[in-house]
């Protein structure tokens, strides 16, 4: 247990679905992230929070749209994806996004098949 | 452009010894992180290097050479639960993490 929950830990959509990824964390900190990780590749950052606020971008196309309502809750929202979407996401937290040490705390992901 | 590199597997025996090694190219260094992730499970912290030099914590250390763009992380008396992927990554300039690959650590009795 490392303070973060994800849901749903399995999930699998069709193209024209629409579905939302949730992250909480309980640990008090206030960055959030979201990552990609697909197979034997490294760890693509996809969106950074800080106090809620959107600080990073990576070029993530459109059908991904994340959501931070408070510091301790990320959503991703899913739409018209595409088969090589298929990965697994997780969500990570930490106390903010520049203190040199802080480490990351990774929830368990979420497996994402699109059909 | 920013780069990790790190062996994609590596196969080591139960009790003996096993160095991992990670090399990197990034804008800036704000610290190297270690982290273990076993199958179907979350990425959790080992170890974090900002000076040159051997960092232990128990039956794993960290080693970082700054001028070399070099670390390793060395695993001792090794158990069948240390297999597992190990995943290498570099702190930039901007404070964001480089991420390699990770490498698949697989443990025979």
């Known amino acids: 247990e490392t303070g973060v929950t994800q849901t749903p830990r399995h999930l699998v959509m069709g193209m024209t679905n629409k579905k939302s990824l949730k992250c909480e964390q309980h640990?008090?900190?206030?960055?959030m992230y979201w990552y990609k990780q697909s197979a034997k590749k490294p760890l693509e950052l996809m969106f950074v929070?800080?106090?809620?606020?959107?600080?990073e971008n990576n070029s993530v196309p459109s059908r991904f749209s994340p959501e931070c309502p408070n510091s301790s809750h990320l959503f991703l929202h899913l739409h018209t994806l595409q088969p090589e979407d298929s990965a697994l996401y997780l969500c990570?937290?930490?106390?903010?996004?520049?203190?040199?040490?802080?480490?990351?705390?990774f929830g368990p992901g979420t497996r994402l098949t699109v059909t | 452009g920013q780069n990790i590199d790190q062996p994609t597997e590596m196969t080591a025996t139960e009790g003996a010894i096993v160095q991992i090694n990670c090399t990197y190219q990034?804008?800036?260094?704000?610290?190297l992180f270690w982290y273990q992730q076993h199958a179907g499970e979350a990425p959790t912290f080992l170890s974090y290097?900002?000076l040159d030099g051997l960092e232990e914590k128990g039956r794993f250390s960290s080693f970082l050479s700054r001028s070399k763009g070099y670390s390793y992380l060395l695993l001792k008396e090794l158990q069948m639960k240390d297999s597992a992927s190990y995943l290498c990554?570099?702190?930039?300039?901007?404070?964001?993490?480089?991420w390699g690959a990770g490498t698949k650590l697989i443990i025979k009795p």
């Open positions: 990570a937290s930490s106390p903010d996004t520049s203190g040199e040490a802080y480490e990351q705390y």
């Open positions: 640990l008090g900190h206030n960055a």
């Open positions: 929070y800080n106090f809620k606020e959107q600080t």
């Open positions: 990034t804008s800036g260094f704000n610290g």
């Open positions: 290097n900002v």
């Open positions: 990554a570099v702190r930039d300039s901007n404070y964001q993490l480089i």
